[in-house]
């Protein structure tokens, strides 16, 4: 088989942040591009049209949105699509690019989808594991530790509060999660941390890609409403952690693993 008949498509949201899209989505797909059989070409796509135009006006650079990704395999001749998608849940975004690609099913010989992130229990954990090792340095014994998620209205944003869960049964009383657009809330997660005895928060983005949400939202000294003001006001000492989850490699490592099983599904049918 040519090397152009298998395809591995790396589907991501996206980020205006060429610094980011590199050290996060970036490495993701060479996390991956290292590890699964060389028959297949690995490429990138992203969902968000509206991050497309913005790359494409400010860096002359062109990204496939889903639909152009897949036609264009379609075009090439691949007879064997698989994408690995980096959201971090089944969500919305995920439902959407299985039911495009089920649209498709005919133009290739076989399709498949890999899991997001956070599907598994093992995911939680070495997610979770990976975000304690990145925080032990500032676990001093009076730090409280806050993951901003995004949030969403799909039924997916339970795994907020699974990591939390997590988290509680590693011992991290100390680590908090919350969203930016659905629950656990700021506020909820403020009146958490006011139970214990801090005096430092240290927050960090619980997204793959610390883009607007993380600067903006999170890490803002001039937003009041932000979770770094909202903290501060409340009397804590705040730092933040501008890094998305791309940046650590046990993250890497779960969607090059993700990719690898679903790769062997084909394998076996």
Not at 98 to 106: E, G, P, T, V
Not at 142 to 170: C, D, L, P, R, W
Not at 215 to 243: K, P
Request: proline residues 2%; glycine residues 6%.
């Amino acid at each position: 088989m040519r090397l152009n008949e298998k395809e591995l498509l790396v589907v991501s949201f996206g980020t205006t942040s060429a610094e980011s899209r590199s050290l996060n989505i970036g490495a993701v797909e060479h996390a991956i591009r290292t590890v699964i059989p060389d028959s297949y070409c690995v490429l990138r796509c992203f969902t968000s049209q509206t991050i497309i135009n913005i790359i494409n006006k400010r860096e002359s650079l062109r990204i496939d949105n889903i639909t152009e990704a897949i036609e264009r395999a379609v075009q090439n001749g691949i007879r064997i699509l698989v994408v690995q998608p980096t959201h971090l849940m089944k969500g919305f975004e995920y439902d959407k690019l299985c039911r495009i690609l089920s649209d498709y099913k005919d133009s290739f010989e076989k399709t498949a989808v890999g899991d997001p992130l956070l599907t598994s229990e093992e995911d939680f954990l070495r997610v979770a594991d990976a975000l304690i090792d990145a925080s032990c340095v500032y676990d001093d014994g009076s730090t409280a530790f806050v993951f901003m998620g995004h949030g969403t209205e799909a039924a997916a944003n339970g795994i907020y509060e699974k990591m939390q869960s997590i988290f509680t049964g590693k011992g991290k009383s100390n680590y908090y999660v919350g969203t930016v657009e659905a629950e656990p809330s700021l506020d909820d997660v403020i009146s958490e941390v006011r139970e214990g005895n801090y005096k430092r928060i240290v927050l960090r983005p619980l997204m793959l890609v610390a883009g607007n949400h993380a600067v903006n939202d999170m890490a803002s000294q001039d937003d009041s409403e932000s979770w770094f003001s909202r903290f501060r006001d409340a009397g804590y000492e705040v730092e933040c952690i501008i890094e998305g989850l791309g940046q650590l490699p046990a993250v890497r490592d779960i969607y090059a693993d993700h990719a690898l099983n679903v790769i062997a599904g084909i394998s076996d049918n």
